[in-house]
């Protein structure tokens, strides 16, 4: 059996095997979205000594395991409430502008050695212009609701995106030199030889750059500002209810997954083994590339999300601002020069024979 479905998958031209991943991985995306929001709740609950949801079951299993199928269920069967005055179409149009970038993004992300949907070679330029994106479904929103609060949120949100992409713009720079390539799969394969060839040893201020970077793209807390604290309300998708309030949802959890994705890639080797290449281990599951190594990174690093949610007080819109652009922007630029001087004297990652 196995050998007759090998045969067919092989069979398959190119684009067939393409959109058979495309499917796999936005089902997969979907699932570990509805599980994040129940993972998310139960990790906060943990922290702040309650329980958590544990009512709803899924086929008798595990208690609260159900809850975010039945979340899905509620938003389905609710009414969308459209604003008398506001602009139907981008009223309408702004969720999806908001939740496609979180998923094409995915075409490039190499999941294995073996398995990525597209290998393009200007990968880094695809996901750099479609991250820009978002921010466009988060102004639409805000403008196409014909509020005063729901604007308000929308411009706070859109200066603080955009504040941010700048400082993730320049973190890839750096990732860009270090490894020489925009192709994510020969970044990941720049990386190998162990933990300590990985690029977070090398860009450890842009690693932190990037992924506190991340974190205010998210619109995650501490950096939740479009929830105004004057006003009230949710936001710029306050007018917004059913399942295009849901889109929103799934969009801000979709594009969790794909920062800790993307800071797997670029400074965590993405999915080579922490000890490949070592005497020892190397021969090893732990020194043999694999998609689990990917995942277990992308798990720890969506852990922190859900830390700092419930840890962190949120900050006061100047002091986002402030550590945006006084702070990590310029932390950028100065280790930028620090990776020229790298280059010139082959230290780092430079030293590696293929930089040659």
């Given at each position: ?37 129940l993972w998310e709740r139960k990790v906060i609950g943990w922290m702040q000594l309650r329980r958590g949801p544990n009512r709803v079951r ?40 908001a939740l496609i970038p979180a998923f094409a993004a995915w075409a490039v992300i190499p999941l294995s050695p073996e398995v990525v949907i ?239």
């Amino acid at each position: 059996m196995l050998e007759r479905l090998d045969t067919l998958w092989t069979s398959l031209p190119d684009y067939g095997r393409s959109t058979a991943w495309t499917l796999v991985v936005t089902v997969g995306l979907i699932l570990c979205v509805a599980l994040l929001t129940l993972w998310e709740r139960k990790v906060i609950g943990w922290m702040q000594l309650r329980r958590g949801p544990n009512r709803v079951r899924l086929l008798g299993l595990l208690p609260g395991l159900g809850q975010p199928f039945a979340d899905v269920i509620k938003l389905l069967i609710k009414e969308v409430v459209i604003p008398a005055r506001a602009n139907k179409i981008l009223f309408r149009l702004a969720p999806v502008i908001a939740l496609i970038p979180a998923f094409a993004a995915w075409a490039v992300i190499p999941l294995s050695p073996e398995v990525v949907i597209s290998k393009a070679d200007a990968g880094l330029l695809y996901l750099l212009s479609l991250t820009s994106m978002g921010v466009y479904g988060v102004i639409i929103a805000g403008w196409a609701a014909n509020s005063k609060y729901a604007f308000l949120g929308a411009m706070r949100s859109a200066a603080q995106m955009v504040a941010y992409e700048i400082a993730m713009g320049f973190a890839l720079v750096g990732v860009l030199m270090a490894t020489g390539s925009m192709n994510l799969g020969k970044i990941v394969q720049t990386q190998a030889g162990g933990m300590l060839s990985w690029n977070w040893f090398w860009l450890f201020p842009l690693l932190m750059v990037y992924f506190i970077s991340g974190i205010a793209e998210t619109n995650r807390a501490p950096f939740d500002v479009a929830e105004g604290e004057s006003e009230i309300v949710a936001g710029f998708h306050v007018e917004y209810s059913g399942i295009a309030f849901a889109l929103f949802f799934l969009a801000e959890y979709a594009n969790m997954i794909l920062i800790s994705a993307l800071t797997t890639v670029f400074f965590f080797g993405g999915w080579q083994g922490p000890f490949e290449g070592w005497p020892l281990l190397g021969a090893t599951f732990l020194g043999q590339p694999s998609f689990l190594w990917l995942a277990l990174k992308v798990f720890c690093l969506l852990f922190l999300f859900l830390w700092f949610r419930a840890t962190f007080p949120r900050y006061r819109y100047d002091q986002i601002m402030r550590l945006g652009w006084k702070a990590l922007i310029p932390v950028t630029l100065v280790w930028i020069g620090v990776e020229m001087v790298m280059l010139v004297y082959r230290v780092g990652p430079w030293s590696r024979p293929w930089f040659h």
